[in-house]
């Protein structure tokens, strides 16, 4: 199996969606694909299949394609899917409960363990199963419970200081929803930031040049 550090960017972002049609295929019961197949489900052309999943080294067989059960479960390792990373999620606001609430973390090799959230009038309310913290105790809980991976929900303004204490306290990962550049200011920490307006305006990008 490839190490994550020789993998490219660009590979590393259409993983979750090989990982995703894998799965799919796996839960129909295809045993295995040719790059061709595949490629006519996913979009994408077979010769770029290739070249990504050569990444993974070993896996297609001329002839054969792909063993689906094998290659979801390479590419499932490479995520990290089943490493069950202890996450805490901070702003426990719209956003903040829509996404405790609606994704998946287990199957994506997180468990959220812990919501904070600095307003003393939602501490204690019941979200997915957990109860919202304040975020005075969220010291002491990274102590005890060690996260690696935190999303922040917070306003813009907060993000900053809070990931900076986050860092101290030993988190390696932020799913960043806050509309602020976290990966300008850490080396050697995993950041995502997510922004559904950049997502809405590639889109626009689409209808603007039909
Ligand atoms: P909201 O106002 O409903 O929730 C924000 C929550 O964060 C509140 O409960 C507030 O008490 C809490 N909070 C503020 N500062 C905090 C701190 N220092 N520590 C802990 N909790 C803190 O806002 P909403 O709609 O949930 O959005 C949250 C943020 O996400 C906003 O800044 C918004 O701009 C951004 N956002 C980003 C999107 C994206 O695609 N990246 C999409 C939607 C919103």
Request: proline share 2%; with cysteine; glycine share 10%.
């Amino acid at each position: 199996m490839a190490k994550n550090g020789s993998i490219s960017n660009s590979v590393i972002k259409r993983l979750p969606r090989y990982y995703r049609f894998l799965g799919e295929l796996l839960k129909q019961d295809i045993v295995r694909i040719s790059s061709r197949e595949l490629s006519v489900r996913m979009k994408l052309t077979a010769s770029q299949i290739r070249q990504d999943l050569n990444c993974f080294g070993g896996f297609g067989q001329q002839g054969y394609g792909y063993n689906v059960e094998e290659l979801h479960n390479e590419i499932g390792k490479i995520l990290g899917v089943d490493k069950n990373f202890n996450t805490i999620l901070i702003g426990a606001g719209n956003l903040g409960r829509a996404i405790a609430t609606h994704i998946n973390f287990e199957s994506r090799g997180c468990k959220l363990i812990g919501i904070f959230d600095n307003n003393p009038e939602i501490t204690g309310e019941s979200v997915s199963g957990l109860e919202i913290i304040h975020t005075d105790k969220l010291e002491a809980f990274c102590k005890r419970n060690k996260p690696v991976v935190a999303i922040l929900c917070i306003p813009k303004a907060n993000t900053q200081a809070i990931a900076d204490m986050l860092v101290k306290m030993g988190v390696k990962a932020f799913w960043n929803f806050s509309h602020y550049d976290l990966s300008i200011e850490y080396e050697g920490i995993a950041v995502e930031n997510v922004h559904l307006g950049d997502s809405l305006l590639t889109l626009t990008y689409g209808a603007n040049h039909l």
